[in-house]
């Protein structure tokens, strides 16, 4: 989202390709952005432009790399400075040491245009200059299948439930939720849970590549197609032929794109750039947008046919903010994934702590939080997070223990009224309370009917007679 005073970005890094990426995001948000090839280049045009640079992206592949003396050198010659790192998913261990010599945060390759500039836009924000969360990347890119995913609340079980039915389709499917709510993580498991689970899955964030290059990195062109194509290559849908291809933010594919897409999805054909071929494909498509897409159909930006196409099963993923009962057990699930990275260890959360995160809003969903509780890991000294670890959470949001203790007390919470006043069926509260139990006891059918004080085969029952899945 452009400022009315251009803000500007010190880009370190060599690589030419990667300097035009994020010179592209950069300038359609309203940044400006200065590169230098490599640290010493950056230290001088600190000593020179200081005071007119907002802040720094240092690749971890640039010469001299992201290595703690250089981060450090950087903090030296601007102190207050956010300095955000661009690494590799493998080069975990020493970003933790990067961010231990000053780094603000850092994103992992490859960048998605809207997280780049949302984490820009907040390391930046002047009104959180003590150090506001960043709601970047997911950093821990292990999947999860349907009964590892965190989550007890009646409206996420319900989602998931739609989600593990349909993976055993070959149906599209459409997965809307806010940016950080784990659209991928969903994604993910859908495909680990289907017929295709051992085939490829291939992730293609259609925000970040550039909109004339969108139909070559899907489809694949032929030598000489265009100015610039050297080589034939051989597009994503290619590449996730028998197994399943995710197209996040799709909103963003241009028209010819688009056409092109609905006739993968009617025919399993389509034809590279420069190719008068028609090749043919088993791919199952899965699609995500953090927006409403029947907004863009209205808008005129997004094919009605094509719309209709890819939403036959939707799944609509809560924000964070409608399910902070799900903190706690989110936060420790989180904490167990991070002790695992190098440069790691285990650590536990205490109430109070939780009470913090659990009156926060995030904005940023649970991707906000992940990076919230990785930064305190790294930063803390004793074997538990505490209050202490969160002070720009508690500075945000005045009174966050106390309400946090109301939420953990009031559990994830039941809806008894309909929107218009009413109460709700007796069926309908007892289907959410199942679901509930459900997630809170990850599918151990056994002990969710022991907990609800009825048998094994009366739950099973009811799970009939209430059109639940498992999964719910």
Same mark, same amino acid.
């Given at each position: 989202?452009?400022?009315? $005073?251009?803000?500007?970005?010190?880009?370190?890094?060599?690589?030419?390709?990667?300097?035009?990426?994020?010179?592209?995001?950069?300038?359609?948000?309203?940044?400006?952005?200065?590169?230098?090839?490599?640290?010493?280049?950056? @230290?001088?045009?600190?000593?020179?432009?200081?005071?007119?640079?907002?802040?720094?992206?240092?690749?971890?592949?640039?010469?001299?790399?992201?290595?703690?003396?250089?981060?450090?050198?950087?903090?030296?010659?601007?102190? $207050?400075?956010?300095?955000?790192? @661009?690494?590799?998913?493998?080069?975990?261990?020493?970003?933790?040491?990067?961010?231990?010599?000053?780094?603000?945060?850092?994103?992992?390759?490859?960048?998605?245009?809207?997280?780049?500039?949302?984490?820009?836009?907040?390391?930046?924000?002047?009104?959180?200059?003590?150090?506001?969360?960043?709601?970047?990347?997911?950093?821990?890119?292990?999947?999860?299948?349907? !009964?590892?995913?965190?989550?007890?609340?009646?409206?996420?079980?319900?989602?998931?439930?739609?989600?593990?039915?349909?993976?055993?389709?070959?149906?599209?499917?459409?997965?809307?939720?806010?940016?950080? $709510?784990?659209?991928? $993580?969903?994604?993910?498991?859908?495909?680990?849970?289907?017929?295709?689970?051992?085939?490829?899955?291939?992730?293609?964030?259609?925000?970040?590549?550039?909109?004339?290059?969108?139909?070559?990195?899907?489809?694949?062109?032929?030598?000489?197609?265009?100015?610039?194509?050297?080589?034939?290559?051989?597009?994503?849908?290619?590449?996730?032929?028998?197994?399943?291809?995710?197209?996040?933010?799709?909103?963003?594919?241009?028209?010819?794109?688009?056409?092109?897409?609905? /006739?993968?999805?009617?025919?399993?054909?389509?034809?590279?750039?420069?190719?008068?071929?028609?090749?043919?494909?088993?791919?199952?498509?899965?699609?995500?947008?953090?927006?409403?897409?029947?907004?863009?159909?209205?808008?005129?930006?997004?094919?009605?046919?094509?719309?209709?196409?890819?939403?036959?099963?939707?799944?609509?993923?809560?924000?964070?903010?409608?399910?902070?009962?799900?903190?706690?057990?989110?936060? /420790?699930?989180?904490?167990?994934?991070?002790?695992?990275?190098?440069?790691?260890?285990?650590?536990?959360?205490?109430?109070?702590?939780?009470?913090?995160?659990?009156?926060?809003?995030?904005?940023?969903?649970?991707?906000?939080?992940?990076?919230?509780?990785? /930064?305190?890991?790294?930063?803390?000294?004793?074997?538990?997070?505490?209050?202490? !670890?969160?002070?720009?959470?508690?500075?945000?949001?005045?009174?966050?223990?106390?309400?946090?203790?109301?939420?953990?007390?009031?559990?994830?919470?039941?809806?008894?009224?309909?929107?218009?006043?009413?109460?709700?069926?007796?069926?309908?509260?007892?289907?959410?309370?199942?679901?509930?139990?459900?997630?809170?006891?990850?599918?151990?059918?056994?002990?969710?009917?022991?907990?609800?004080?009825?048998?094994?085969?009366?739950?099973?029952?009811? @799970?009939?007679?209430?059109?639940?899945?498992?999964?719910?």
């Amino acid at each position: 989202m452009a400022r009315d $005073v251009t803000r500007t970005l010190l880009l370190i890094d060599a690589e030419p390709a990667q300097v035009r990426l994020v010179g592209a995001i950069a300038t359609r948000a309203g940044w400006r952005t200065v590169t230098a090839g490599d640290v010493e280049a950056a @230290l001088s045009l600190l000593a020179r432009k200081g005071g007119r640079i907002d802040a720094m992206l240092l690749d971890s592949t640039a010469p001299g790399g992201a290595k703690p003396e250089i981060v450090s050198a950087l903090r030296d010659a601007a102190p $207050v400075l956010p300095i955000l790192l @661009l690494a590799a998913s493998s080069a975990v261990s020493g970003v933790v040491e990067a961010m231990r010599a000053g780094a603000t945060d850092y994103l992992v390759k490859p960048i998605a245009g809207d997280r780049l500039v949302a984490a820009l836009d907040a390391a930046t924000d002047r009104r959180a200059s003590s150090g506001e969360l960043r709601p970047l990347t997911e950093k821990i890119s292990r999947s999860l299948a349907f !009964d590892e995913i965190v989550g007890s609340t009646p409206d996420f079980r319900s989602a998931l439930a739609i989600a593990a039915k349909a993976a055993r389709a070959r149906v599209p499917l459409l997965i809307e939720g806010e940016s950080g $709510v784990g659209k991928e $993580v969903i994604a993910r498991a859908i495909h680990a849970a289907s017929p295709r689970a051992r085939k490829p899955l291939v992730v293609v964030d259609c925000a970040a590549i550039a909109a004339n290059l969108i139909e070559s990195e899907l489809f694949g062109h032929e030598k000489g197609a265009f100015t610039g194509a050297f080589d034939r290559y051989v597009g994503k849908v290619q590449d996730a032929d028998g197994g399943t291809l995710l197209l996040d933010e799709v909103g963003a594919l241009p028209a010819d794109a688009q056409v092109k897409l609905l /006739r993968l999805l009617e025919s399993g054909e389509y034809q590279a750039l420069g190719s008068r071929a028609t090749r043919q494909v088993d791919v199952r498509v899965i699609v995500a947008t953090n927006h409403g897409l029947l907004e863009e159909v209205t808008a005129g930006r997004f094919r009605e046919d094509l719309y209709y196409r890819i939403a036959v099963v939707q799944v609509a993923i809560p924000p964070l903010r409608r399910r902070l009962a799900d903190v706690p057990a989110l936060a /420790r699930h989180l904490l167990a994934r991070i002790a695992q990275q190098p440069g790691m260890r285990s650590l536990g959360i205490t109430d109070e702590a939780l009470h913090v995160l659990m009156a926060y809003g995030w904005p940023g969903n649970v991707r906000q939080l992940q990076t919230a509780l990785f /930064r305190a890991a790294i930063l803390c000294e004793g074997d538990a997070l505490t209050a202490v !670890d969160f002070p720009h959470i508690a500075r945000q949001s005045p009174g966050t223990a106390e309400r946090g203790r109301e939420t953990m007390a009031t559990g994830a919470g039941i809806t008894l009224f309909e929107p218009n006043g009413h109460m709700r069926s007796l069926e309908a509260i007892e289907a959410d309370v199942i679901r509930l139990a459900i997630g809170h006891y990850r599918g151990r059918m056994t002990e969710v009917a022991r907990r609800l004080g009825i048998g094994r085969s009366t739950l099973y029952r009811k @799970l009939g007679e209430l059109g639940i899945d498992n999964a719910a």
